[in-house]
Nanobody, 126 residues
Framework: QVQLVESGGGWVQAGGSLRLSCAAS????????MGWFRQAPGKEREFVAA????????VYEDSVKGRFTISRDNAKNTVFLQMNSLKPDDTAVYYC???????????????????WGQGTQVTVSS
């Protein structure tokens, strides 16, 4: 079992930056693909970014490419999401997720992720 705890959310003006962190418990974190998802009010949850266990492979949703960066520190069991040039449309609850599949495929499909955090609110004002 893995427990995920997000932090770093908050309020920021458009054009600003935030860095989200996701701390994971469990010794097997190193081998999990990790992802970030978000859900805005009245909308479905959507994929944001994901990173392979080694950090060597990353995938981004088109609207965040060039603005967001996902990274991980396996020694600290933590995955990060650096968010720059934030827009009001980025306002959402952001969730961290872990995929324990041994295949190590970096996927955008939320259904493939096994563990989820409680989420952290990000609000971007115009």
């Amino acid at each position: 079992q893995v427990q995920l705890v997000e932090s770093g959310g908050g309020w920021v003006q458009a054009g600003g930056s935030l860095r989200l962190s996701c701390a994971a418990s469990g010794r097997t974190f190193t081998y999990y693909t990790m992802g970030w998802f978000r859900q805005a009010p009245g909308k479905e949850r959507e994929f944001v970014a994901a990173i392979s266990w080694s950090g060597g492979s990353t995938v981004y949703e088109d609207s965040v490419k060039g603005r967001f960066t996902i990274s991980r520190d396996n020694a600290k069991n933590t995955v990060f999401l650096q968010m720059n040039s934030l827009k009001p449309d980025d306002t959402a609850v952001y969730y961290c997720a872990a995929d324990r599949s041994p295949l190590g495929i970096v996927t955008m499909a939320g259904s493939q992720y096994d563990f989820w955090g409680q989420g952290t609110q990000v609000t971007v004002s115009s």
